[in-house]
């Protein structure tokens, strides 16, 4: 069966601190991975990673994935009070699309 | 603004019943796929259509179904509604088949009571 799996569940960080989401998954036929930030509306576009090593940046956030291992990481560096949302990542296997349930983040003033 | 639109953003309806819930897709998406987002289960794949025909099929009950219309808007039909029924119901879409970027409506809020 098809599956992403997110972790931790949740976070609670001070502002200007630097966190690390994670991203695991086991699909049968991988296109791409994708991750989502989602505030108390639609999720929002972050990042499309296709190819092994090759690091994704925009701003305070990069991302990277493993193809070999099966995961990816989300890294925010220098948190702010803004980038407190659930993070999404989520698989492309041509067919569908599986989202892991999430990471609810909370940035602390 | 994602350029997707959904209505209602609120519906609140009685178990039995039967809703019908709206999507325009972003100009130039051929695309349109539906989830349902609920507390316990996250993001779940309902179905997709790519120009007017269903292209893939996920975790969708026999009780709902969905359809794209010429103008490439699509309606997603929630029948015999029961209490588990009650999520945020979002609609996105792509311009290709299959792949890249989704862009997000603003979802619409089922409460089945």
């Known amino acids: 069966e098809d599956k992403v799996v997110q972790s931790p569940l949740s976070l609670v960080v001070h502002e200007g601190d630097t966190v690390t989401l994670n991203c695991s998954y086991e699909?049968?036929?991988?296109?791409?991975l994708l991750w989502y930030k989602q505030e108390k509306k639609a999720p929002t576009f972050l990042f499309m990673l296709t190819s092994s090593g090759i690091e994704k940046k925009s701003g305070r956030l990069s991302s990277i994935l493993d193809k070999k291992e099966l995961f990816s990481i989300l890294n925010i560096t220098a948190t702010q009070t803004g980038d407190s949302a659930v993070y999404l990542c989520a698989v492309d296997t041509g067919n569908q699309f599986y989202f892991g349930t999430g990471t609810s983040l909370t940035v602390i003033p | 603004d994602s350029g997707v639109t959904q209505t209602p953003k609120h519906l609140i309806t009685a178990t039995g019943q039967r809703v019908t819930l709206r999507c325009s897709p972003r100009s130039g998406d051929l695309s349109v796929y539906w989830y349902q987002q609920s507390l316990d289960q996250g993001l779940q794949f309902l179905i997709q259509?790519?120009?007017?025909?269903?292209?893939a099929k996920g975790n969708i009950l026999e009780r709902f179904s969905a359809q794209q219309f010429p103008d490439l808007h699509s309606e997603l039909n929630l029948s015999s509604l029961e209490l588990g029924d009650s999520a945020l119901y979002f609609c996105?879409?792509?311009?290709?088949?299959?792949?890249?970027?989704?862009?997000f409506g603003p979802g619409t809020r089922l409460t089945v009571l």
């Open positions: 699909v049968t036929n991988f296109r791409s």
């Open positions: 996105a879409s792509t311009k290709g088949a299959s792949g890249g970027p989704q862009d």
């Open positions: 259509y790519y120009n007017g025909e269903e292209r």
